[in-house]
């Protein structure tokens, strides 16, 4: 008896040993920390003489339209079919800006397609900012069948520009620290990505966020940070914050981003808040949330229009939101 519980116990061990060693190795990352941040050059900025700065912020879900998140097998027919109709929106509006949230850099769910080079090398773009959030060698979600789990992850944001610019810096927002050890090892960070482009001659900043989804009060610290990094910079430069900020307009629920965001001095957004739920961009099958913002500094912009872009469908859960932009 002594000998089987022996054996038992010698079992159990290996088999937790093998556990936390296919943990460790699922949840370590692909690149080195200096990758995470890249500058991706394709050909050289014209030199715009065009008054307007067209400008747009779109939540791709890696172009995994209304199945984002969910326990779905997907073709690569569905996503090659999502890639062209993103190309199709973004080249359409001949933008000149374009803040992206959840966007594959070579994941095993999209099919291993780099997203980013694709839209900014069809849509002619001079320059792409990227900053990986997520990068994990496995990711067992959705739970259930494991036929189904994203597998290897590389993620993030990123800025495509025609405009010449530059990296400033990204900044990772904190985590949700209530959440247990096991789920934030495979969770991705929340990032604000801070870059220059030379609008007219003008220094302009570009602020690309995307905020915490599921846990409001680490939404409303990491939107302290958002809001202390634009009044850094509005009172003496053109600002533009735009992204994915999981919050909706103030006054329809309690406290949230948005409120907080809403105190800045000289911001505003691009589409007028409306307690009505009009101009929703979530879902993109049923848009009757708005969570997806432009804003920018009223003492340097001004704002000549601006709107949900309804075209674009279920390219993604998100609808996208476009605005053109002047200097003062």
């Known amino acids: 008896m002594v000998a089987f519980f022996k054996k038992l116990t ?11 060693l296919l943990f460790l190795y699922s949840s370590s990352g692909n690149l080195d920390d200096q990758s995470y941040r890249a500058m991706h050059y394709y050909v ?56 992206i949230q959840e966007i594959d850099f070579g994941a095993n769910r999209s099919f291993e397609v780099n997203q980013m080079h694709e839209l900014a090398t069809v849509g002619q773009y001079a320059i792409a900012y990227q900053s990986v959030n997520w ?12 036929s189904n789990h994203f597998g290897k992850m590389l993620s993030g944001q990123a800025i ?30 929340r990032l604000l ?5 030379n609008f007219l001659g003008t ?48 006054g ?24 009505e739920k009009a101009n929703g961009t979530f879902s993109s099958e049923n848009p009757r949330r708005m969570i997806d913002y432009i804003f920018y500094n009223t003492n340097f912009l001004i704002c000549d229009s601006a709107r949900v872009v309804s075209e674009a469908g279920q390219i993604s859960d998100h609808l996208p939101v476009i605005a053109l932009m002047q200097l003062k």
């Not at 400008?55 to 890639?83: D, H, P, Q, V, W």
């Not at 610019?165 to 090892?185: D, G, S």
């Not at 958002?226 to 533009?240: D, L």
Request: hydrophobic content about 40%.
């Open 10 to 20: 010698i079992a159990v061990l290996t088999i937790l040993g093998v556990i936390y």
């Open 44 to 99: 050289d900025p014209p030199k715009s003489t065009d008054s307007t700065l067209s400008i747009m912020t779109y939540n791709l879900g890696y172009l995994s339209g209304m199945t984002n998140n969910r326990s779905i097998k997907r073709e690569e027919a569905f996503f090659e079919n999502n890639l062209v109709r993103s190309q199709e929106i973004l080249g359409g509006f001949d933008l000149d800006v374009v803040g």
């Open 135 to 146: 990068d994990k060698k496995y990711v067992p979600f959705p739970y259930w069948p494991p």
């Open 160 to 189: 495509l520009s025609k405009l010449s610019m530059k990296e400033i810096e990204t900044i990772i927002l904190p985590p949700n620290e209530t959440a247990p050890y096991y789920y934030r090892a495979f969770y991705l960070d």
């Open 193 to 197: 990505q801070i870059a220059e482009v």
């Open 203 to 250: 220094t302009t900043k570009i602020m690309n966020v995307h905020l915490e989804a599921y846990d409001k009060e680490t939404r409303l610290k990491q939107i302290e940070i958002v809001k202390e990094e634009f009044e850094k910079y509005a009172a003496n430069q053109p600002v533009i914050l735009l992204g994915d900020f999981n919050s909706e307009s103030p």
């Open 252 to 275: 329809i629920k309690e406290l949230d981003a948005i409120d907080v965001l809403a105190e800045s001095a000289w911001i505003s957004s691009a589409i007028p808040f409306n307690k």
